[in-house]
């Protein structure tokens, strides 16, 4: 990197999960501010969606939070909504959860979800914005107001083979063709628009998925712990990429204008092969004796208890059954809120309970999988953060930083203030290394 600033030091959100990474990112908040603690959480004053129930907010509130390819019409197709560029049209409205606002029951779409506002929301008051990402359900970036994304690309992943390296570089290559379109001013097809793009946006962003699939069905290689060849033709591709992007940037004259960030929502674990272990997942809420809301589990598990009361007895039982979930530490109760993650018994979506796994372990089922993420192990939480523009000398940071820093530096780097996002205001949220505030 000749012309950006790496920084080494830099850490995911935790939870290390897709949905909270995105949201550290782009609005620069935690789980605790922003709400969102997966894509697959739970909420106390939430229903199920109507497409479970045949109900509209009857009965007793408590929901799982699921925004993932399950909100589709059709999650096997890559485009299955029958008004794929309205605004949020590639969701299936009866399959969201429900929730009563201002005395109406409403589905809840994702970034109605988020408390916090995001770059996308403060920077499209000043020009155009526009994001793609791996499922309609990331929505999420477009902010409470519903408003933060001129134009959104979310063709479905899941309608492919996730374990396929090859098939998923396919997908990718169609984030990227968006990327190029947006550069010119225009774009794809089934592009969910607000308002379509007047030239190229002053912000637009998206993911890459063909490195986290190498990495979760492919690893690393034991002993040396090299990049296996899947991985290495994934992170390729997305070097490639990236230079396509370069190159029509300075094709269109805006290159020098423009600065890049490259970093990761999170990482995966273990890199080490010899040290991954699966435990079956359906043997949490047993081993804890008592009923359970929710179990959402990868390399870390969120509880939340069907009665909070339940809490000591649960933890006791999870005690007792250490060894055979290989738990390394159980944070619940006063530790939770000392430690930042907000109070479950006054906050509807804070879990009850959080079980660190040993590092390696995986609570799974599946034969397919060599790596997860979600949890807070170095591995799931060091990823690669860099920043570049022509106009930026190399320097290499050190120190340890957030992810969550990079969406107050967007702003000032568009001359705009970072006090407008909530984060900055609530969480005092500094901006990266080399961007000091002004």
């Not at 390296?165 to 225009?186: M, N, S």
């Not at 990495?215 to 060849?229: E, H, I, P, R, V």
């Not at 990482?267 to 080490?272: E, K, L, M, R, V």
Request: net charge negative.
């Amino acid at each position: 990197l000749e012309t950006g600033y790496w920084y080494k030091g830099a850490l995911a959100s935790a939870p290390s999960d897709s949905f909270p990474g995105t949201v550290s990112l782009v609005s620069g908040a935690d789980p605790a501010m922003s709400g969102i603690w997966y894509d697959d959480a739970y909420d106390r004053t939430l229903w199920n969606p109507y497409s479970q129930t045949k109900s509209n907010c009857q009965g007793p509130p408590g929901s799982e939070v699921l925004y993932d390819e399950t909100k589709d019409y059709d999650h096997t197709k890559l485009w299955s909504s029958p008004n794929p560029t309205v605004v949020g049209g590639n969701i299936d409205p009866q399959n969201l959860p429900q929730a009563k606002v201002g005395g109406k029951c409403i589905n809840l779409y994702p970034h109605q979800r988020l408390r916090v506002n995001t770059v996308f929301e403060v920077a499209h008051r000043h020009g155009q914005t526009a994001y793609t990402d791996k499922h309609p359900a990331y929505d999420l970036v477009r902010g409470p107001s519903g408003k933060g994304l001129s134009v959104g690309y979310f063709p479905e992943i899941q309608s492919l083979d996730t374990t396929n390296v090859t098939q998923i570089i396919g997908y990718d290559a169609l984030h990227v063709q968006a990327f190029i379109d947006w550069i010119g001013g225009k774009s794809p097809a089934n592009t969910e628009v607000q308002e379509a793009l007047t030239g190229p946006p002053m912000l637009f962003g998206g993911n890459f998925q063909a490195v986290s699939v190498a990495q979760k069905s492919y690893g690393y290689q034991a002993g040396s712990l090299a990049f296996t060849d899947q991985l290495v033709t994934a992170l390729t591709f997305v070097d490639n990429s990236l230079g396509h992007v370069v190159a029509e940037l300075q094709n269109k004259g805006i290159f020098n204008d423009t600065l890049i960030f490259v970093c990761g929502k999170h990482g995966q674990a273990p890199i080490d092969p010899k040290l991954y272990r699966k435990i079956n997942q359906h043997l949490i809420e047993p081993s804890s004796g008592v009923k359970m809301a929710q179990v959402t589990a990868d390399d870390i598990a969120l509880l939340w208890l069907d009665n909070q009361n339940d809490l000591s007895n649960a933890v006791a039982g999870l005690i007792k059954n250490k060894t055979l979930l290989a738990i390394s530490d159980i944070i619940y109760g006063n530790r939770l809120v000392a430690e930042g993650y907000g109070n479950p018994t006054t906050d509807p979506a804070v879990p009850d309970i959080i079980i660190v796994p040993e590092h390696g372990v995986i609570y799974t089922t599946s034969s397919s999988k060599k790596a997860e993420h979600g949890g807070f192990s170095s591995d799931d939480r060091n990823v690669a953060c860099f920043v570049s523009s022509p106009g930026l000398k190399k320097q290499v940071f050190t120190q340890q930083v957030a992810t969550a820093q990079v969406a107050p530096t967007i702003l000032q780097a568009l001359g705009l203030k970072p006090a407008h996002l909530v984060s900055v205001k609530r969480g005092n949220i500094d901006n990266l290394p080399g961007f000091d505030r002004q």
